[in-house]
C-alpha cells in the first residue's frame, strides 16, 4: 500500500498531539515516576506511556511499517519504511521543569540504491508552544502557540567569524574538543542550547551552526529532514550526509564543508 507525502505528514503530526496530551500533563508533576536506564541516562513514566501511544497508532494506521522508538527499541527496522520516534528530547530538561523538550518523529525510506532518507519529520515541544514540521519537497515549518503554520528558512551567513553557533557541551568530543574549542572562539556568538532547539534554530535562520558529537538516530531523523527543508544541510560532524552517523551537524549550507573541515582539522 502507498501514502502519500501529505498523509504521512497528517498522520505524523496526529502522533505528536497524541505524545502531546502525554507530555504536558506529566510536566512538573509532583509524582513523576524517574528511573535510570543501562546507559545512566534517565526515563520517565511520561517517555513510555508517549511512545507506547505513538506505537500503538502505527500498528493501526501502518501496520506494515516498522518503528525505532528510544524506550522500546526496534520493531522491523528492516521494512522499506521506519518510523523513528524520540517520545522526550530533552528528558533531564523535562524531568528538572526546564521547558526544552520536544517529541520527535521521523518516517525513513529505504531507496533502491540502498540509501535510507527522512522523508517526513516532526517536533514538538509543547512546553515551549512550538511545533515544527516538514516533508520532502514541500518545505519547513513552524508554528507558535499553534497559530498558522510559518515556512522557515536558514540564514545566509557566509563565514564564521558573523556566524553563531549553539551546542549542548563539551561532553563526548574526544579529540575533537581542541577544533570545536577553536570553533567557537572565531564565532560570532556562541550558546549551549542544545538538544533538538539548537537545530530548530539553525532551521529557522536564527542560529547558523548546530553539533553535537553522539547522537542516536532517533535524536536526529526528524531534525534531519526539517533543516534540509529549510534549505540547510544535516550530516554528521565527520561530514557524512544523513541521520545515520552518530553524530549530529546543521548549519546554513553555506558554510558547511569550512565547519566540517574545522571540526575535523583539516
Known sequence: MSFTRGNDLALAIRLADAADSITLARYQSIDLQVSTKPDNTPVTDADKA???????????????????????????????????????????????????????????????????????????APALFRRWYASEGNGAYVMVNKSAPKKISVSQVSEIKDASISYSDFNGWGERLAPF??????????RGIGDFWSHMLVAEGAVDVAAEPSLAIWDMAALDIIVREAGGRFTSVAGVDGSLGGSGLSTNSVIHQEIVGKLNGR
Open 50 to 124: 508517549s511512545e507506547e501511544a505513538i506505537r500503538a497508532l502505527l500498528k493501526s494506521h501502518r501496520p506494515d511499517d516498522g518503528i525505532v522508538g528510544e524506550e522500546f527499541g526496534n520493531d522491523g527496522a528492516d521494512a522499506e519504511r521506519y518510523w523513528v520516534i524520540d517520545p522526550i528530547d530533552g528528558t533531564k530538561n523535562f524531568l528538572r521543569g526546564v521547558p526544552t523538550w520536544a517529541t520527535l518523529i521521523g518516517l525513513i525510506e529505504k531507496r533502491s540504491d540502498g540509501s535510507e532518507v527522512v522523508v517526513v519529520g516532526v517536533v514538538s
Open 181 to 190: 574549542k577553536d570553533l567557537l572562539n572565531n564565532a560570532w556568538r556562541t
